[in-house]
């Protein structure tokens, strides 16, 4: 199907899955409330977690968002297209169905060809914004590959929706998260977009009051689990799955699922290998975290959440 199709399937209310850099969607028009209540029964998501909007462009920012500090706007300009979500006061547009019922919207402009010509033809037949979660099921690790996304919600899917297939995610990891709403960026969940990065391109310090009233689901204490068990810092057993930097030797008789050369290829093949552990059917995986600052902190991150079980 040509993308004038898939966005036309979406106006009509269908739900897209989509590609973008960090991991795949599961897309419904923003703006209406039956297809984005498909989303959570797919998804089996609870109705008070509130959902990303992906638009096609910064200048969409006023259609969904109000008081859009001048820090907000550097941030847009020095990471957009790419990994990171930026938390707004919301506008009148921002119903209850997509916020979850806060005052808050999360807005995010993907890098990713597929997606950002999907959201550019949206866009001319009067869809502003494509919300979307991880295209997962709720809890579970996020899908990297539109095969992932097949596996983990094609059963819940109807005839009407779509997955596209865009290749593997160039990133891996879900985005940086950053509330724009207080007098410097405060960021609720690490990214490929880093601290070092977001004080670089504002000139401000980064706030780390971390004792938010917004619900982040993807900071509850359990999230981004695979079915196995995750334990971190251990050397495998015999049978047990194993994820390490490509230095660190297999113990005898483990399952290496895979070896890393960088934080970046890390954080890449991370979902996608402990699916594979999942598809083999083990039990445990264990995993040696990769050390240091940036990007390393986000897989940290969503491996001490994965590794509290499901
Ligand atoms: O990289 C990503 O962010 C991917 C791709 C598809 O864009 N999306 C993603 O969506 O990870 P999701 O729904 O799985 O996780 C988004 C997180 C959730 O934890 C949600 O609670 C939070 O963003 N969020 C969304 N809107 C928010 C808001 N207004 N305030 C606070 N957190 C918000
Ligand atoms: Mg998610």
Redesign the pocket.
């Known amino acids: 199907m040509s993308q004038v199709e898939n966005a036309q399937a979406l106006k009509k209310g269908a739900l897209v899955a989509f590609p ?1 850099e ?4 599961l897309g419904a028009d923003a703006s209406n409330e039956k297809a984005v209540a498909r989303i959570y029964e797919v998804k089996g998501r609870p109705q008070d ?4 909007l ?1 638009i096609a462009s910064m200048n969409d920012i006023t259609y969904w968002a109000e008081e859009v500090s001048d820090y907000a706007i550097a941030l847009a300009r020095s990471f957009w297209p790419g ?1 990171m ?1 930026l ?1 707004f006061k919301r506008s009148d547009a921002a119903r209850d169905f997509v ?2 019922g ?1 005052d ?3 807005l ?1 402009v ?1 890098d990713h060809a597929l997606a950002l010509g999907l959201l550019q033809e949206c866009k001319k037949i009067g869809v502003h914004a494509i919300a ?4 997962n099921r709720f809890g579970h690790v ?1 899908p990297t590959s539109a095969v992932a996304v097949r596996e983990e919600i094609g059963s819940y899917l109807s005839r009407q929706d779509l997955i596209l297939d865009g290749g593997a995610a160039q990133v891996g990891l ?2 940086t ?1 950053i ?1 724009c709403t207080g007098d410097t960026p405060r960021i ?2 690490p ?1 490929a977009i880093t601290q070092a990065m977001i004080e670089a391109a504002t000139g401000l310090k980064v706030s780390e009051n971390n004792t938010s009233e ?6 509850l204490e359990k999230h981004y689990a695979p079915n196995a068990q995750v334990l971190l810092d251990v050397q495998a057993s015999e049978d047990q799955g194993f994820i390490a930097p490509a230095d660190v030797a297999t113990p005898a008789g483990a399952i290496r699922l895979a070896s890393p050369q960088t934080t970046d290829e890390f954080a890449r093949v991370l979902y996608s290998a402990l699916r594979d552990g999942d598809a083999q059917g083990l039990k445990t995986i264990a995993v040696i975290q990769p050390s240091g600052d940036g990007l390393a902190i986000a897989i940290r991150d969503r491996l001490m959440r994965a590794s509290k079980g499901r």
């Open positions: 973008t960090t991991v795949y969607g977690h509130p959902l990303i992906h990994p979500t938390i916020t979850g806060q808050t919207v999360g995010r993907p979307a979660p991880s295209a996020s879900e985005s998260i509330d609720l969940r990214g917004i619900r982040v689901s993807g900071s």
